[in-house]
């Protein structure tokens, strides 16, 4: 399955439609007043016209028609930012515009497309050594490529959900818009399903040549309207750090605050290593503590010196 587009030509860096969609989404969002203009009886649309933009980023109304059909190409990084300030852009959205107008450009030589790389060993021995807090590694596609135990109790849910299928990592997208237990097991389900739409958004315009990336992006649009709808809204997000809730089924409701953090690879990838924490003294580290203590590898009480043989163990109670 390929990425929703009226792109005729086939080919990925043809994405005029997704600039045009972007630009004019940006621009109805605006309130007028908000950048110093009246608001108007006459408006028959929501947010600025054309030539307001054009105005506010010092161009010609005809340049910025023509910007908003999608015509980037050759377009200056100075003009651009120009744009993005009389828009309001924020971080994400600019940095979304700029990979955009990247894509846009004609290449020299054949794209160079990004490989998946595998996990080093020791990326997967620090994740396994944060005993306490759940962690793990995604990639762009929100794939979960490396994972500790506790984070495979906390969100055991999903890597037994039947979205998994043969390919042997949990998908936070296909997690929650496939599975219709993702809508109880997430307490704030749509504030995070926009948030993932919103991160595999701005993926989508930093990495047009990921063929994986638009056959998921097809296939989340084909099978559930949600994801259509939220796709459609054209947000971006870099960044998904914040608070999760969880009602887990075994211990319950679980709150904790996450953060991301950029895990360069070879090869050009780019992984986030994700990490939760829960409040000390509250429910919810007490919660975590009951999942990790049942995922802790369990040991003889009083282990041999080296080379002793270990006393047999009734591993069955418990």
Same mark, same amino acid.
């Given at each position: 399955?390929?990425?929703?587009?009226?792109? !005729?030509? +086939?080919? &990925? @860096?043809?994405? *005029?439609?997704?600039?045009?969609?972007?630009?004019?989404?940006?621009? /109805?969002? %605006? $309130?007028?007043? !908000?950048? +110093?203009? &009246? @608001?108007?009886? *006459?408006?028959?649309?929501?947010?600025?016209?054309?030539?307001?933009? /054009?105005? %506010? $980023?010092?161009?010609?109304?005809?340049?910025? @028609?023509?910007?908003?059909?999608?015509?980037?190409?050759?377009?200056?990084?100075?003009?651009?930012?120009?744009?993005?300030?009389?828009?309001?852009?924020?971080?994400?959205?600019?940095?979304?515009?700029?990979?955009?107008?990247?894509?846009?450009?004609?290449?020299?030589?054949?794209?160079?497309?990004?490989?998946?790389?595998?996990?080093?060993?020791?990326?997967?021995?620090?994740?396994?050594?944060?005993?306490?807090?759940?962690?793990?590694?995604?990639?762009?596609?929100?794939?979960?490529?490396?994972?500790?135990?506790?984070?495979?109790?906390?969100?055991?849910?999903?890597?037994?959900?039947?979205?998994?299928?043969?390919?042997?990592?949990?998908?936070?997208?296909?997690?929650?818009?496939?599975?219709?237990?993702?809508?109880?097991?997430?307490?704030?389900?749509?504030?995070?399903?926009?948030?993932?739409?919103?991160?595999?958004?701005?993926?989508?315009?930093?990495?047009?040549?990921?063929?994986?990336?638009?056959?998921?992006?097809?296939?989340?649009?084909?099978?559930?309207?949600?994801?259509?709808?939220?796709?459609?809204?054209?947000?971006?997000?870099?960044?998904?750090?914040?608070?999760?809730?969880?009602?887990?089924?075994?211990?319950?409701?679980?709150?904790?605050?996450?953060?991301?953090?950029?895990?360069?690879?070879?090869?050009?990838?780019?992984?986030?290593?994700?990490?939760?924490?829960?409040?000390?003294?509250?429910?919810?580290?007490?919660?975590?503590?009951?999942?990790?203590?049942?995922?802790?590898?369990?040991?003889?009480?009083?282990?041999?010196?080296?080379?002793?043989?270990?006393?047999?163990?009734?591993?069955?109670?418990?």
């Amino acid at each position: 399955m390929e990425l929703p587009s009226d792109n !005729r030509t +086939g080919d &990925p @860096t043809d994405n *005029r439609s997704d600039i045009r969609d972007f630009l004019i989404s940006r621009r /109805a969002k %605006l $309130a007028p007043e !908000r950048v +110093g203009l &009246p @608001t108007g009886r *006459r408006r028959r649309v929501p947010g600025l016209r054309r030539e307001e933009v /054009a105005a %506010l $980023a010092g161009v010609s109304t005809e340049w910025y @028609t023509r910007l908003e059909k999608g015509h980037i190409s050759g377009v200056s990084e100075d003009v651009l930012e120009a744009v993005a300030r009389a828009l309001l852009l924020d971080e994400h959205e600019r940095a979304y515009l700029l990979h955009l107008a990247t894509a846009a450009r004609p290449a020299r030589r054949r794209p160079h497309r990004r490989k998946d790389v595998r996990i080093p060993s020791p990326v997967q021995w620090m994740v396994d050594s944060m005993t306490m807090a759940p962690a793990f590694v995604r990639n762009g596609r929100l794939d979960i490529v490396a994972s500790n135990a506790l984070c495979r109790a906390l969100y055991s849910p999903m890597f037994d959900s039947d979205t998994i299928g043969g390919r042997g990592c949990a998908n936070f997208p296909r997690y929650f818009f496939l599975d219709p237990g993702s809508s109880e097991f997430f307490v704030d389900w749509e504030e995070g399903a926009r948030a993932t739409v919103a991160v595999l958004r701005a993926e989508a315009g930093r990495e047009p040549h990921d063929r994986a990336l638009r056959e998921l992006v097809g296939e989340l649009s084909t099978l559930s309207p949600d994801f259509r709808t939220m796709w459609a809204s054209h947000d971006v997000r870099i960044r998904h750090e914040g608070t999760k809730r969880l009602d887990h089924p075994e211990v319950g409701r679980v709150e904790m605050t996450f953060r991301s953090l950029d895990l360069p690879l070879p090869q050009r990838a780019v992984h986030d290593l994700i990490i939760y924490t829960a409040e000390p003294g509250t429910d919810s580290e007490d919660r975590l503590k009951l999942l990790a203590s049942w995922t802790a590898p369990q040991s003889s009480p009083n282990p041999g010196r080296a080379g002793d043989q270990a006393p047999e163990t009734d591993r069955s109670a418990g």
